[in-house]
């Protein structure tokens, strides 16, 4: 894992936090879900199933670190 990862700690993201992959920068923002995967909007990071993978380059979930505010 790296810095700025959640560690895989799903109680350490809060519900509505974006998280941008490591690998290729895709962004998954809960309030959008994932269509590739159909997840549905408004479902947070830490809801999503086990095997989920980025939707754009397949890195696993904890490739993905929380973006933080601008």
């Given at each position: ?11 350490r ?29 408004g ?28």
């Open positions: 894992m790296f810095e700025g990862s959640y560690l895989g700690d799903g109680s993201i809060a519900e509505d936090a974006r998280l941008e992959c490591g690998i290729c920068w895709h962004v998954y923002d809960p309030a959008e879900g994932d269509e590739v995967w159909q997840i549905a909007p479902t947070p990071f830490s809801a999503l199933p086990d095997h989920w993978s980025c939707p754009n380059c397949d890195a696993p979930r904890h490739k993905f670190m929380v973006v933080g505010d601008a």
